[in-house]
């Protein structure tokens, strides 16, 4: 049975019961604000200290708290975290109830707070505010997650175990609670889909406005998974900049004055042709083989090193890398792509198991950038993990000092991963970085994804260029931009400061512009109209309030400078923190060096008895995939579709049903296993017995400018079989197999005879399989 937790006593694990948990989510564009709000009853005769503990996005702005016991309202305020902790700490000991709200030391996607002083016999109301960027898929998607799943962190020997193993489990809760979500959605443009790979929907769309709509939940919520919704609009890469005026809040420090003037969220979707490139990489494929990877993880890492191998290009060199509490190599350094090291790879596919322990992921990223790189082959790394580690940091500050010679491209595999693990080795290894959830069945698609991005040259240099009316200036966040790669969204805000004598009104342009290989120069432009230099009053608890890019501006330039500071001096490192605490206060998102405390100032009667001390996982939800039995490979995704002509009604849902058919021996992975390094396939009796007709029929359908008695029309008369099978048989994997057509296609190119073309063979094999 599944853990599910309230509050918990370390003692004797006796349950203070989690009453009700209430989601409330505001979309709008590419942005989310979500309003959190838990509910616990201290039903012991003496009052309460307790720990809990929640994952965010490592992206996630924390910009809110505030609780009410007994009917009083305790609202909170952003200090310096020694500041935090010795207010909270005073009015504990002075028997006051009170509240502590910080990042936590391990990572920037777990947070705790600290509840000092509940009362026995009352109820607590705990109610946390954070903003979110959402990210964008390539299909246009907009995906909003809502993190429920906190595994337990695995802590590397000789080291202190992390806090999120600490929490003691129980299997049961002796109160059944309720547990609510709603969001409304606003998007850039007509909504099409709504969908869902964690829960049944029920949606309404407005029927005037097509770009707004209700979502909540059909079903009720499971908290062994996060909750992943997905948005589809009409022009999903439409360049977009969204525009927030200043803001004073009254009794908000903001000496930089970073609320006061407004802010800029763009949007930008570059595409440009891709030249050829002559440079043919090095690929690490580097793969968590921890106990928490077993079941149906390792079984779809299995097949994604399996596509992933299969589409390598020419003359590349390879490794592959597993790892668990020790760590296993493929080879002693990187070997050259043939098909001799193809099938001892192929061969380790196949036979791979979760059985190497913990989830050191440090020494195996150690063991390959100690390897010397192949000259002329620039090193790609792609690291497949679930991402259960507490050593992050020491882990990021390796793959950044590495960035120079190995880019990195990051995938989180199931819920609960560690999004500062994912997200901050692809953003220190200039790569990118994918989520796949447990119910996801994409993890192909978006690590062959990668691996195109990695053959592809990116936009160097980029840069941005504001043309602004006279008088304003702008604080670009981030000011330095990474490499882009076609079709890639890019986020950067711009604080606009308008001077005393600056010009209202007009437009601003910001052109986007980079480099590609060959000196080719690419370059986009977002036009808007410049903001009002007024400044409007907002209050940060208001729900509807403006303050949301402010605060994810301010949560980027606070995570830039906290890159920042791991490679400066002792005095840099001082003024950096300084920078931070600043923008913190302005904008009341909490940082490494800032916390939100509460105290209950109203209740004059001291609580009184000695403080029982649990933890507890704040949602709900802490859940170790290690323990999981594997689960049934069938995968439902849960949709709502806008269709042509039709009226969206409240509640149209669609269950879709489909069966993974990654299993060993299935025929697309049986098709994909025989191709050869070069990209051929060979007339073997395997197959033969994938086109299900007979060998006779298969040489009397050969075109007669093929040799097939030869060795090489063997190979090409197989290459155009196989090729047909892919199209005709498994088009709804394109995704997956499409590099790998493509090798087929270039060496049949490379060897047909003159008077042949590829397309020609091709719809002679059409005719023998009968597709």
């Not at 005026?245 to 930089?256: L, S, V």
């Not at 390959?368 to 992050?392: W, Y």
């Not at 007709?693 to 075109?703: M, Q, Y």
Request: charged share 25%; glycine share 6%.
């Amino acid at each position: 049975m599944a853990a599910r937790f309230g509050l918990v006593q370390k003692q004797n694990k006796s349950q203070i019961p989690l009453e009700s948990i209430d989601i409330q989510v505001d979309v709008k564009g590419f942005t989310a604000h979500v309003v959190a709000s838990m509910k616990y009853r201290n039903n012991e005769e003496k009052p309460i200290e307790a720990i809990y503990i929640f994952p965010l996005d490592e992206d996630a702005a924390v910009c809110g708290f505030q609780a009410i016991i007994d009917g009083r309202t305790i609202v909170a305020e952003l200090q310096d975290e020694k500041e935090a902790l010795d207010t909270y700490d005073d009015a504990v000991s002075s028997g006051k109830s009170a509240f502590l709200l910080e990042e936590s030391d391990e990572s920037s996607d777990t947070f705790q707070i600290s509840v000092g002083n509940l009362p026995p016999k009352k109820e607590a109301l705990v109610e946390l505010r954070f903003l979110t960027e959402l990210s964008v898929e390539s299909e246009g998607r907009v995906v909003f997650v809502l993190p429920t799943v906190l595994n337990p962190r695995y802590s590397p020997a000789h080291t202190a175990p992390s806090l999120s193993s600490q929490i003691p489990r129980v299997s049961t809760v002796d109160s059944p609670y309720s547990f609510t979500f709603q969001m409304k959605v606003k998007a850039i443009s007509a909504i099409t889909e709504i969908s869902s790979t964690s829960n049944t929907l029920k949606v309404e769309v407005d029927e005037i406005n097509k770009a707004q709509a209700k979502v909540s939940l059909a079903e009720p919520h499971n908290l062994k998974q996060d909750i992943v919704v997905h948005i589809l609009a009409q022009e999903p890469f439409k360049p977009q900049a969204i525009v927030e005026n200043g803001i004073k809040i009254e009794g908000r420090e903001d000496k930089q004055g970073f609320m006061a003037n407004p802010v800029v969220m763009l949007n930008f979707f570059p595409e440009f042709k891709n030249p050829e490139s002559s440079e043919v990489g090095e690929f690490v494929f580097v793969i968590d083989r921890s106990g928490s990877m077993d079941g149906h993880r390792i079984d779809g890492a299995k097949t994604t090193l399996l596509l992933f191998l299969k589409s390598l290009p020419d003359s590349c060199f390879f490794n592959v890398v597993g790892f668990g509490s020790s760590f296993k190599i493929l080879f002693e350094k990187s070997q050259p792509y043939n098909d001799e090291n193809l099938k001892k790879a192929t061969d380790l596919a196949q036979k791979m198991t979760a059985n190497l322990g913990g989830t050191e992921i440090l020494q195996p990223l150690q063991w390959v950038f100690s390897q010397p790189a192949v000259k002329g082959h620039p090193r790609q790394l792609f690291l497949l993990s679930d991402g259960m580690v507490a050593n992050t940091n020491d882990v990021v500050q390796l793959v950044r000092k590495q960035s120079g010679t190995t880019r990195c491209f990051t995938f989180g595999i199931g819920s609960g991963v560690s999004t500062a693990l994912i997200k901050g080795v692809a953003r220190a290894g200039k790569g990118t970085a994918e989520f796949v959830s447990d119910q996801d069945d994409r993890q192909q698609t978006k690590v062959i994804r990668a691996l195109k991005r990695s053959l592809q040259p990116a936009i160097s240099d980029v840069s941005l260029t504001w043309d602004s009316p006279k008088g304003w200036a702008v604080q670009q966040i981030p000011s330095s931009l990474p490499p882009l790669y076609s079709g890639d969204r890019l986020v950067v805000y711009g604080l606009m400061k308008p001077s005393e004598k600056a010009i209202q009104g007009g437009q601003t342009v910001v052109r986007l512009q980079g480099t590609l290989t060959k000196g080719i120069k690419v370059e986009h432009a977002i036009k808007f109209p410049t903001p009002t230099a007024a400044i409007t009053t907002d209050t940060v608890f208001d729900p509807n309030s403006s303050a949301i890019l402010h605060g994810l501006a301010a949560k980027s330039l606070i995570q830039v400078k906290q890159d920042e500071l791991s490679e400066e001096s002792d005095e840099e490192f001082e003024e950096g923190q300084s920078a931070i605490v600043s923008v913190s206060k302005s904008a009341n998102v909490v940082s490494k060096y800032t916390s939100i405390v509460a105290v209950d100032k109203e209740n004059h009667e001291p609580v009184s008895g000695p403080l029982m001390k649990q933890m507890v996982s704040a949602f709900a939800s802490l859940y170790s995939s290690s323990m999981k039995k594997p689960r049934n490979k069938e995968l439902k995704c849960k949709r709502f579709k806008v269709l042509p002509n039709s009226s969206p009604l409240a509640g149209l849902c669609e269950d879709i049903s489909s069966t993974l058919t990654n299993s060993p021996g299935s025929p697309f992975l049986s098709l994909i296993s025989l191709q050869q390094a070069s990209g051929a396939w060979d007339l073997t009796d395997e197959l033969l017995a994938l086109c299900k007709v007979s060998k006779d029929a298969v040489i009397t359908g050969c075109p007669k400018e093929i040799a097939v008695d030869t060795s090489k029309g063997k190979l090409l008369w197989a290459t155009a079989l196989a090729l047909v099978l892919l199209r005709g048989k498994f088009l709804d994997r394109e995704d997956e197999w499409e590099m790998i057509a493509e090798k087929g296609k270039k060496w049949m190119h490379k060897n047909l005879p003159v008077a042949l073309n590829c397309e020609s063979i091709l719809q002679f094999a059409t005719i023998v399989i009968d597709v």
